[in-house]
């Protein structure tokens, strides 16, 4: 496998989210030799999406996904809020020339113990947002989270989930894969080919600490915990995948508290030497 | 389904560690007229295993499992420490006349990051014990964890793959099912429906409570969260199971801060109504 140089690293603006705005984002990816970005929409909407992209253009930057649509079961059911957040997340990722939007599908909804249903709204939320994609060209990428979120962020939580959903739901839409939600499954490799490279629109990494002391907040920098990052991307890139390797680390007790250019230098050295 | 009430129920004693030994836990269990107890060996330990059977059998208790054999990766090979644990857990169940013995298998070895190794180290071990486990008469359970303690406590995390181990090995090996663990997985009804009567060795609840403050301490009394209890009970005795619902809540900052007897009173009423 080619080595992971700062050039085939995206930044996912979480991992500084507590330091930096999209802007200084933007700068100091494109100052520290990064070759993409993965914004929030939080952040995007701070900054504007038209000033964004232009930004990002001029730095030289890819954009390897926009986080996040989904969360259909926020309301109970699609709602046409639910259903225009999605439309604006497509156009937003449309403008940003982004390879893909990533979606966080939702969890129960509020008073429900009923997980089928939850994944019921969320097949037919993303079957609606699919017809809008396609037309406005932007892949749709479907992150399976950790089984630990199925309550309260996602309830599509392995990638055999995911890919029955994809195989359901046609073309224009396939995985965000975060080694922190899927290391774990017995499945993965099996799955990973399932997938190939048509399915595989984005690849995420953090590592999975020992202990975890938060169930949210707690992600490791590359290196520090317990996944294998380097056989994960190599099944990953094994079907020809070929994106940036994103780079999304919540972690309030350690890297949201120290100096975002150190982190960023800090992203660079691990990649190279843990992914 | 029928109710259950409290003659169905088992205690499983990590409910009130902090509070009770286990003479206290067989005390109480029979005072609140439950049907059954499940041990963890610390606290067998301390009592001993003789007067711990001739205990529960004069309180006219059932014993659901014995908590717990496994952790065959603990010193990253299958030492014969690890063996002669798990060939006296075998043991002692066999003495409790324990409906199985369960096992939490173990997760990555220190300072690994293999999980598939993890996995076979796992499935020899189990092959091993059951070999002694079946001249003792002791059904094995295999125990799948919440993928959140894939890396520390054990690498078998779907009810999938703790089948597929089950059909490698043949008879005497089954599962214990715990609510907390298999609760979000999309594969639940069928993997339960795969499993049937023969495998369904154990059923454990509590509730997943939303937000979770904690992996390992922060599991909520039924009613409390969102788990589906009673389509969880409903899926398992459509199979046939006629086990007891054993109640195995860890809660350091709730349960296990109160009073035992109001804890089990307290289990009793939420068995009825939300089991």
């Known amino acids: 496998m080619k080595p992971v140089t700062a050039d085939r690293i995206s930044l996912n603006t979480a991992t500084v989210k507590a330091q930096w705005g999209l802007a200084e984002c933007i700068e100091g990816a494109a100052r520290h030799g990064f070759g993409g970005i993965s914004p929030w929409r939080d952040v995007l909407a701070e900054m504007g999406t038209t000033a964004a992209a232009r930004a990002i253009r ?21 709602t046409q809020a639910v259903m225009d957040d999605n439309r604006r997340a497509v156009d937003e990722a449309a403008e940003l020339g ?3 939007l990533v979606m966080v599908v939702g969890g129960l909804s509020e008073g429900s113990k009923d997980l089928p249903a939850a994944r019921a709204i969320v097949a037919e939320g993303l079957a609606r947002t699919l017809e809008h994609a ?8 479907i992150e399976p989270l950790h089984p630990m979120y199925a309550a309260d962020r996602a309830c599509v939580n392995t990638t055999a989930q995911a890919l029955d959903l994809c195989d359901a739901l046609g073309e224009g839409i396939g995985l965000a894969l975060d080694a922190y939600h899927v290391w774990w499954d017995p499945e993965l490799a099996a799955q990973i080919a399932r997938a190939g490279r048509e399915r595989l629109l984005a690849f995420h990494v953090c590592d999975w600490l020992v202990p975890t002391r938060d169930l949210l907040t707690d992600r490791g920098m590359m290196g520090d915990g317990v996944v294998d990052l380097k056989g994960f991307r190599g099944m990953v890139e094994a079907q020809g995948f070929e994106g940036l390797v994103e780079v999304e680390i919540f972690s309030a007790r350690d890297w949201w508290a120290r100096d975002a250019d150190e982190v960023l230098a800090t992203v660079a050295a691990r990649c190279l030497e843990h992914c």
């Open 58 to 78: 001029d730095a030289g930057l890819a954009v390897s996904g926009l986080c996040r649509g989904g969360w259909y079961t926020a309301e109970g059911a699609l």
């Open 98 to 100: 982004a390879a893909c």
């Open 134 to 141: 396609r037309g406005a060209g932007v892949p749709i990428a």
